[in-house]
């Protein structure tokens, strides 16, 4: 077979892409809103920028956490999905809300009764910057975004299912939709237009909420109209009938070091960031900025990976075991080489930002110099992560819940994050070589990642 066994035919291509691309559109709109959300919020200053992407950060973590609750049920829901068991795809998605809910309820009260410990923590002096302004823009920011837990979490339990179930268009038209009512109530509310008050941070948050419970309420309304397109959604959300003790003990088995999983490896890269703020409030505004910019550039290959999960899921379910190593296999390929490509044209982009920065940001030139250091390293790593993000899902896709414990969460907890915290205890290296130090590190994670996927220990039915 030769080289061409990590390429496939145009069949191939079209079954990634016909699950892929929704994944893409809809990763495109959530980060496009992020994009103009951070635009419009760095017109009000460098303190507005710094206090929303410090709430953003601890938000970062409580969707990691939610991602994870889903993630375990959504293994069960792939393959029950793969061998045409609509009764269990019904099961494990009543569980996922039940889940979802317990954990917004939980996270929400954390949030409003300690904001202002928690934003405290990435407040340092720097350069440049008011902390006692930043923390009462993340205040403000973080008690009207807190509104929006539920309702974002029951969004991506709904659109999560019907990825799983092959039904990606109806979450990518209503995300479209959100994003929309996100734009238009940014300007509107941000900046008080049509004869409306400027409301600065606090509308980009009101705006914000609008848009996920109008994308909520279109994901509840339409498997109600089209029941039969949708059968595998409907009727689930009644919850005051037996449960199925068995399965739940399956997915609390395999779906707990997700949870764990998501929520250590969320809460190490926020920890991360902590470390990176510690050289100042202008690195604080420019990895916001960065990341905005990276997360949009990203969007491909990180689609790519996640439809690894839900394809090769299918085949697993369905026993197609030869199948489903043939698809992984060209599916990393493919992911990492989309990651290449996008890197390149990150690295182009960086040097045409600085240009473009003063029409987009009232901040600082060393925001900017932060900003552009983090994406040009970014850029030269994008096929590293886009490699990673495609080994996770497969070895996620067989149910090794606790080996991706491991590769994930407890590499950044006790090697990442640690060695970069130590370097910059000991050492007055700057953001940008503590930032170049932790992704240099993630080359040790590509090597196990390897390992792992080429083992096939990931191979295995578990429905």
Request: one cysteine or more; proline letters at 3%; charged letters at 15%.
């Amino acid at each position: 077979m030769g080289i061409r066994k990590y390429f496939g035919d145009r069949k191939f291509y079209k079954m990634v892409l016909g699950i892929a691309i929704p994944i893409m559109l809809q990763n495109a709109i959530t980060n496009f809103v992020n994009l103009l959300d951070n635009i419009m919020v760095g017109n009000l200053g460098t303190e507005a920028v710094s206090g929303v992407a410090i709430v953003n950060q601890l938000f970062f973590v409580f969707a990691l956490c939610v991602f994870g609750l889903l993630a375990g049920a959504g293994i069960f829901t792939a393959q029950f999905h793969g061998k045409r068991d609509e009764e269990g795809v019904k099961k494990t998605f009543r569980i996922k809300l039940v889940f979802v809910l317990a954990v917004s309820v939980a996270a929400l009260l954390l949030f409003l009764f300690f904001k202002d410990w928690l934003i405290s923590l990435y407040l340092s002096e720097g350069k440049e910057g008011d902390l006692a302004l930043t923390l009462e823009f993340g205040r403000e920011y973080l008690s009207i975004m807190a509104i929006g837990m539920i309702p974002y979490a029951l969004v991506q339990a709904y659109a999560s299912t019907m990825r799983e179930t092959e039904h990606a268009v109806l979450p990518t038209v209503a995300g479209f939709i959100a994003v929309l009512f996100n734009c238009v109530g940014n300007y509107v509310l941000i900046f008080g237009k049509l004869g409306l008050p400027a409301m600065g941070v606090k509308g980009a948050a009101v705006a914000t909420v609008i848009s996920r419970v109008i994308e909520l309420l279109i994901l509840l309304i339409v498997p109600q109209i089209r029941r039969n397109r949708f059968s595998e959604i409907v009727g689930t959300v009644t919850f005051v009938r037996k449960p199925d003790w068995a399965l739940l003990k399956q997915v609390v088995v395999k779906g707990f070091p997700l949870l764990i999983n998501e929520t250590a490896w969320a809460t190490g890269m926020s920890a991360l960031v902590q470390v990176y703020s510690t050289r100042g409030l202008d690195v604080v505004a420019g990895v916001n900025i960065a990341n905005t910019f990276i997360n949009l550039f990203n969007i491909a290959a990180l689609a790519l990976g996640t439809s690894v999960g839900i394809i090769v899921g299918k085949y697993l379910g369905a026993c197609e075991f030869e199948t489903a190593v043939d698809t992984d296999r060209k599916m990393i390929v493919l992911a990492t080489l989309t990651g290449l490509g996008l890197g390149l044209l990150m690295f182009g982009f960086t040097k045409i930002f600085p240009v473009i920065y003063p029409y987009l940001y009232k901040t600082s030139d060393a925001v900017l110099e932060s900003a552009v250091s983090a994406m040009t390293v970014a850029a030269c790593f994008m096929p590293v992560v886009s490699f990673l993000h495609a080994c996770y899902f497969t070895i996620r896709s067989g149910g090794k819940t606790w080996i991706t414990f491991a590769f994930d969460s407890v590499y950044v907890c006790l090697l990442n994050y640690p060695v970069v915290l130590l370097v910059s205890k000991l050492t007055d290296w700057p953001f940008i070589g503590l930032f170049i130090l932790s992704n240099l590190l993630d080359l040790i994670k590509c090597t196990v990642g390897f390992i792992l996927v080429k083992k096939k220990k990931w191979v295995q039915k578990i429905v």
